[in-house]
């Protein structure tokens, strides 16, 4: 076998008239840690369900580590480990019993599982709750058990569906570390559409809108998609008008938009587009200088994973809704 | 172990971790053991017949409320797509569930084996028929809470899971009362598809594979019927 653990041919899933995912065809290699993005509503969780054979494909086909999602579920689902979305879990039991209840799910070997919870326990961080019941924990470590659980047996493959959804920074931090760590050795695909999150932790992005795929690239290599670059920059206005530093801004060359976005105590704020890929930070400064405006701030900011994810997905939003009976 | 006896595992554990066994199996014994009484100190006759006439009517209750939550629960609360994604087949989850309301069944009619011992006290004991009403209850509890676990699959509603479980366990059960008044062409059929009537075969002593053979069919095809609910999710 190839070290393809997850491909998926034009796949596709029709809720009654509404089509949820179209045709979407991608391909998750050994170690990736792939970020599916996309606004809400989008297709992420239904493919995500479809891949761990909790709903079944209207047409296409996807396969995991070599076997049909539809045909062969069951071999499928005991190398997965899924988290999904919201965290179902039984509420009356304790941390240590659904732990030991997956792990008899999952048919692990009795004489070496209590060892293997312990170990994952610790890892999870769940070492002190144990003995909690799942409906009495917060939301962070309802989380980290959910993580826990998928990852018990040791899968191949994790799926995990807005793993970090509802938690404190600080947890997030944590949960983001633990599954860049599991991306070591794991194939992960994991979905949000919080996207310092990709950016901090996955190899690859999918963006999917409107129940399609619309990019599939490295984080570098989509921000790059994306030409130009913006500043922004405070200068003193010692009483000059705002419009005309606006407008001597504006001709700069290269400059292709200029904006006034704030104005404080005789402090002026613009934000600059630059049409290239040409750095204009000197001609500013040299315009700034040459009008004898005192520039309090000058920063370049690159094109964020943001803009580009908003122009994907927004594009896409302007064309009609294929919905087919 | 097998997945359909882990999950079972898992439910009688919330069963017992909850208040729901202790509620169900001491209203049901208290019920039971006011009407056995009564028609015991009426009659004044030491058999189990009266306890036997009165379970089908009991378990009409008692199945419904046992079998409510199990799987309309699982699907309210979003739980049953992390219990179906792990390495289980379908069936083993209805199975599992089923297994799990009938050892609440069980617990429930060992703790009427008092009526039992009282009547034996009180006077020799037909063994025959009390251990062939046994036999014929749990047959009899097994299709109800069989239709139970069908009629939770079918709603993620737990009341709403209560209502059908108990609309068809009431009607089979009054199949066999409403008998004089049925058409002579229709009578065998209703006749025959009466819990009641294959139960008072089975309580008199009697065990005949017709009803043995009823109350499996029942069994299976409530459960065939609720895994394909289970897996209509999956229908393209």
Known sequence: MSDLMIRVESLTKDYGPFRAVDKVTFNVRKGEVLGFLGPNGAGKSTTMKMLTCYLAPTSGRATVAGHDVYEDSLAVRKRLGYLPEDTPLYRDMTVLEYLQFAAEMRQMDPSKSPARIKEVGGRCGLTDVAGKLVGELSKGFRQRLGLAQAILHDPDILVLDEPTSGLDPNQIVEIRRLIKELGQEKTVILSTHILPEVQATCTRILIISGGKLVADDTPEALRAREKGSRYRLVVESNGVPKEAIREKLATISGVANCQTIATEAGALAFALDGGGTADLRRHIFRAAVDNHWPLLELVRESVSLEEVFRNLTTRDDDRPEEARP | ?236
């Not at chain 2, 011992?117 to 009390?130: E, S």
């Not at chain 2, 366990?169 to 294959?198: E, M, N, Q, R, Y």
């Not at chain 2, 009697?206 to 109350?215: E, G, P």
């Open chain 2, 1 to 236: 172990m097998n997945p359909a006896l882990v999950i079972s595992k898992r439910e009688i554990r919330t069963y017992f971790n909850s208040p729901v066994a202790y509620i169900v199996v001491t209203v049901f014994t208290i019920v039971f053991g006011f009407f056995f009484f009564n028609n015991l100190f009426v009659e004044k006759q030491a058999d189990m017949r009266s306890f036997f006439s009165l379970a089908p009517l009991m378990f009409c209750f008692f199945a419904p409320a046992v079998t409510m939550r199990l799987l309309a629960e699982e699907k309210g609360s979003g739980t049953i797509e992390l219990l179906i994604t792990m390495p289980v087949r379908d069936w083993e989850v209805v199975l599992g569930k089923w297994l799990a309301a009938m050892a609440l069944l069980c617990t429930t009619l060992a703790l009427t084996m008092v009526f039992a011992i009282t009547v034996a006290q009180l006077g020799p004991l037909d063994k025959g028929p009390a251990v062939a009403g046994y036999v014929g209850l749990l047959l009899m509890g097994g299709s109800y809470i069989a239709i139970g676990v069908m009629a939770s699959s079918f709603t993620r509603n737990q009341v709403v899971s209560l209502i059908i479980a108990f609309g068809i366990c009431f009607a089979l059960f009054l199949f066999g009362k409403v008998l004089p008044f049925i058409p002579d062409t229709f009578k065998p059929i209703v006749s025959f598809l009466s819990t009641d009537t294959h139960f008072e075969n089975v309580s008199r002593g009697v065990i005949d594979s017709r009803d043995v053979v009823y109350y499996l069919s029942v069994i299976v095809v409530s459960l065939l019927l609720a895994t394909t609910s289970l897996e209509s999710r999956k229908w393209k």
